[in-house]
């Protein structure tokens, strides 16, 4: 049993946020939220004939009446899509300042299938509920309730999340988002981002590493095609 | 014999610019140019006594004057270092505008081992000569003139340096680098992200396909160590 991997399966734990795997070329787009939905019941993984008001589009069943106002609010066209810098408005007015790069890597990994560059209802829902549940482990481990998670509750958050990330990853992802004093401090989107690559990167690991060697085989064209897009955004 | 490797070994063959291997974290500071040298004279892989008259640090033998005089230009503290805006600046007025996300893939590579956010002599001159390499493939495959690298001519790079990457890979790679009429292409500065990106993941890959079987094993800490580096910058 290798030390990255404390969950049986590689399919999300419960205390693991969601992340849809949109990213996989060689899947068919039918299968587009084919992971278990997560415990909350606002991100019910398929469209229903709930009907959002936006030009046909429609939020699933049991979506708080706050996220369909914050999409409303940020679709000012009412084309029931909302691009990156729509996207930027809605997050940073419920939480903090998003940076660009994080909405990109959002944008990216909750895709709509059939209009990548946009984001409907469903995939703003689902986008949602999954910050709601990295918000929860953000303020759990930022345990100087600074705002800003360090090196050490970094360490500490993957941890609980399954993931054993070596020191010297935890080193290069916290040296990259510096405070004001130069120190690696993590802000709430810094965070958001570090997780969900470190989460990605892991599932994909785990998928040719079912049991739990430690140790995983790709092909060249497997390899590209899994990395390239967490680096590109 | 895998379609990746189309060069007998992972050195950097001489149409391949070079591109130092500073990210991996378990390989000790003295190798910090283990590279063979470029065929240009001018990045000559180890400091020499010939002052550059700032600071201490010295510039390699042969560095071109422009080169020197591009550093000392944005080296106003005269340190004999410099940070990732000043970086820029050079970069930005020697070629065109330099993003500062690339500045920063850029500064990382070719960082200091001693001084991580900060770049000296011989690293500016080892990157001023591979970034020399990379404008003339950048000139040499910008078929139409139109002063960006499209997926064709991307693809076309990439193989004549030994690097056949799958169309998906090539798909997702363009595709983040829209141009004002929303279809993907390349500027320079893009180019060298991409380039550097691609070479850097498939000489990591090489490493641990010596024998060209077109697959490779990895240890997870292995896995991301080698990927983090390039996401975070
Ligand atoms: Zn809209
Ligand atoms: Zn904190
Ligand atoms: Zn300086
Ligand atoms: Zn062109």
Redesign the pocket.
Same mark, same amino acid.
């Given at each position: 049993m290798a030390e990255y991997g404390r969950y049986p399966s590689h399919n999300y734990a419960p205390s693991a946020p969601p992340m849809p795997d949109s990213y996989s070329a060689s899947r068919p787009p039918t299968e587009g939220y084919a992971y278990p939905p997560p415990p909350t019941s606002h991100s019910y993984p398929y469209p229903s004939p709930w009907a959002s008001g936006a030009g046909g589009s429609y939020f699933p069943p049991g979506t708080p009446p706050e996220v369909i106002r914050s999409f409303q609010t940020v679709? /000012? &066209? /009412?084309?029931?899509?909302? &691009?990156e810098s729509?996207l930027q408005a809605a997050l940073s007015s419920a939480y903090q300042k998003f940076s660009i790069r994080t909405i990109r890597l959002l944008m990216f990994l909750f895709k709509n299938p059939s209009n990548p560059s946009k984001m409907g209802p469903v995939e703003f829902a689902a986008l949602w509920g999954c910050l709601g549940q990295w918000q929860a482990i953000f303020y759990r481990f930022d345990r100087d309730r600074s705002g800003k998670i360090d090196s050490v509750e970094l360490k500490d958050a993957l941890i609980s999340l399954g993931y054993a990330v070596p020191q010297s990853v935890i080193q290069v992802l916290v040296s990259n988002y510096t405070d004001s004093y130069g120190r690696g401090a993590l802000s709430f989107d810094n965070f958001v981002e570090c997780g969900m690559i470190v989460k990605g990167l892991t599932e994909k690991f785990k998928e040719k590493d079912t049991r739990y060697t430690g140790s995983a085989t790709f092909s060249y064209d497997d390899f590209l095609m899994m990395i390239i897009p967490f680096i590109v955004p």
């Open positions: 679709d /000012r &066209d /009412r084309s029931g899509f909302i &691009d729509e």
